[in-house]
């Protein structure tokens, strides 16, 4: 067992009177002149908290934290994900006070520094993209295609082509895209992928027509594979007067490479968050910018930056607009993360970023596929998708072997996604790994596919060293305790104290 039971309980050690700090008694007396907090508000009895003195306060959240899996404790190959390593000097920037102290309602000339990294990030993404405006505002992916699929409904509609109701989605995309077009009324319209994975240019003929929004197009695509008929993609859709939306989220298979802009896409939104460097996971934060081509730039969110000389400003002028998706101008914090990400490897660097993505997906997929099938056995992007179906013959799902990886010290890839894939496991190294914790994966993938044909059951019941072992994901989801009380206790019972 990892549990070290005199760091975890923290109740167990409160004595009463210990503490960490004390608090000036007359700190929070009424001022002078003025009544206190009412009697009826005030606590009959103090507070049921643990008593503890400050380094035991400390090693239990150190202790805490260290039960997590994260990128700076573990190799983490969630594949949609792009959970790479984010350099330290993008923190330090973010917590420079003179960013971190500005309010976003102060006046324009005392923000011109934030302004300029907003007016400055935008054309590094035009430039990264080929695309001709941005919003920074989206706060996450799916609310930058929601901003993406909001301006081509209003784009539609200004046409007098409000009768497009249909949205295109191939049927390896990510889950976001149909549910966003979904979210906004459309119908969503499934196109199959063909042997290859790719879209399948037949059935996409077939389905595009005069009622038909737009495409919306994850490429790479969830099986990390480049649509290699892209253009003939585009076209047809332009064709019938549909509008292209790249989902751009795995931007880092492309940098330097290839621009959405170039292909004929109308609207692409990126990942701040997985591309550019920003810690995310547990729900936050996310960034989603969101680029479109001068024909939807008057659709655009606002306020948008804006330069005059060498001054910048907020702009609100935009009568078409969409509005506004978010209170302010978007996570600025990672705004500047990203920035800063940017102007350190430049032109070269982030082609380089892609470039070491692609090679370290293929060499993991080269030497992991003699162990699982490999979904479609041709070059991948930044990720590709094993099948575990072998196992099932054993009874060992895609899970166990995602559970199994933990006991390795591994963080799980992305398991059961995509669905066109039984059994899937989504790997994305990521760039920020090197050979030999590439070897070290491929070591652990070769010693669980051994305990599947020797001891299933040790893969089935997986992990066996981690505190907890099998939570049900969708209660923990809908129904977490987050009650101290019943979390130590959990762990009381865990370690056999009651
Ligand atoms: C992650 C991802 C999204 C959604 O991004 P969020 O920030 O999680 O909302 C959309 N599309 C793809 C391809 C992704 O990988």
Known sequence: MLIDPSSELSFEKSRPGRTGCELPKDRFAAPAGRDGLPGSLRRKSAPALPELSEPEVVRHFVNLSRKNFSIDTHFYPLGSCSMKYNPKVNEWAAALESFSAVHPLQPEETAQGWLRIFYELEQSLKAITGMDRFTLEPAAGAQGELTGLMMVKAYHASRGEAGRRKVLVPDSSHGTNPATAALLGYEVVEIKSNVRGRVDLESLREKVD??????????????????????????????????????????????????????????????????????????????????????????????????????????????????????????????????????????????????????????????????????????????????????????????????????????????????????????????????????RFVEAFQKIKDEIDTNPEIVKTAPHLLPIERPDEVLAARKPILTFRDCDLFVLEKVGHT
């Not at 585009?234 to 751009?248: E, N, P, R, S």
């Not at 490897?345 to 003699?370: F, H, P, T």
């Open 210 to 439: 005069r009622q038909t929004a737009c495409l919306m197009l994850t490429n790479p695509n969830t099986l990390g594979l480049f649509e290699d008929e892209i253009l003939k993609i585009t076209d047809a859709v332009h064709k019938a007067g549909a509008l292209l939306y790249y989902d751009g989220a795995n931007f880092n298979a492309l940098l330097g490479i290839v621009r959405p802009g170039d292909m004929g896409f109308d609207v692409v939104h990126l990942n701040l968050h997985k591309t550019f460097s920003t810690p995310h996971g547990g729900g936050g934060p996310g960034s989603g910018p969101v680029g479109v081509k001068e024909k939807l730039a008057p659709f655009l969110p606002v306020p948008l930056v804006e330069k005059s000389g060498e001054r910048y400003f907020l702009s609100l002028d935009r009568k078409q607009s969409i509005g506004r998706l978010k209170l302010f101008h978007g996570q600025a914090g990672m705004i500047l993360r990203a920035y800063v990400y940017i102007r350190t490897l430049g032109r070269s660097g982030l082609k380089q970023v892609s470039e070491d993505a692609i090679l370290n997906a293929n060499y993991l997929k080269e030497r992991l596929k003699k162990l699982f099938p490999v979904a479609v056995d041709e070059p991948c992007m930044h990720e590709f998708v094993l099948s575990a179906k072998t196992g099932e013959g054993k009874g060992v799902h895609a899970l166990d072997i995602g559970k199994r990886l933990l006991d390795y010290g591994f963080h799980a890839p992305t398991v059961h996604f995509p669905l066109v894939v039984p059994e899937a496991l989504m790997i994305e190294p990521t760039e920020s790994e090197s050979k030999e914790t590439l070897d």
